[in-house]
Antibody, heavy 122, light 106 residues
């Protein structure tokens, strides 16, 4: 059974960098069939896709966040990470990591972490 | 960016009733739509992919339909564990989610 677990600071000051790690167990992050994503959810609001990392090394980011976001992988630790620079209050959200799996014609998210709350505040 | 509009925002029903949730896309997305269920304090769970295919382990009372811009998630007879928030997500052009529909107990 694949499991994902987010970790990182729960409080980040404005203008600083938010850094989160997702540790994957029960499966290899290097498996070619999948991609690995970050998704966030502000309190009481809908989900927002942040970006994804393919095991081939390519990445895609939400155009609205692209200038501030980096997703990377550490295959030796079976982890992938998220960095968001120059954070503001609007970046306060529960952050989820998730696995994208090919189903039918597209990829969909079949495994998710439990989520971690990150608050941006001085 | 393709926008997804879910309606209604809240649906108040009793156990055993039928729930019909709508998701409308701002432009055609073929069948590239998924539905997720989210309970308080939990991560979303995939229910339906490619508009009408149930994910592994999802009960038959959940069904999805639609193509192009209009999609529907139907829960044929609500069980107590079905009261939750439901999100639609498109994967036709980049990736976006709808605002969610909360199914609450009447």
């Amino acid at each position: 059974q694949v499991q994902l677990q987010e970790s990182g600071p729960g409080l980040v000051k404005p203008s600083q960098t938010l850094s989160l790690t997702c540790t994957v167990s029960g499966g290899s992050i290097s498996s070619r069939n999948y991609y690995w994503s970050w998704i966030r959810q502000p309190a009481g609001k809908g989900l927002e896709w942040i970006g994804r990392f393919y095991t081939s090394g390519s990445t895609n980011y939400n155009p609205s966040l692209k200038s501030r976001v980096t997703i990377s992988m550490d295959t030796s630790k079976n982890q992938f990470s998220l960095k968001v620079t120059s954070v503001i209050a609007a970046d306060t959200a529960v952050y989820y990591c998730a696995r994208g799996t090919p189903m039918g014609a597209r990829y969909y998210f079949d495994y998710w972490g439990q989520g971690t709350l990150v608050t941006v505040s001085s | 960016e393709i926008m997804l509009t879910q309606s209604p925002a809240t649906l108040s029903l009793s156990p055993g009733e039928r729930a019909t949730l709508s998701c409308r896309a701002s432009q055609s997305i073929s069948v590239h739509l998924a539905w997720y269920q989210q309970k308080p304090g939990q991560a979303p769970r995939l229910l339906i992919y490619d508009a009408s295919n149930r994910a592994t382990g999802i009960p038959a009372r959940f069904s999805g339909s639609g193509s192009g811009t209009d999609f529907t998630l139907t829960i044929s007879s609500l069980e107590p564990e079905d009261f939750a928030v439901y999100h639609c997500q498109q994967h036709s052009d980049w990736l976006t989610f709808g605002g969610g529909t909360k199914v609450e107990i009447k």
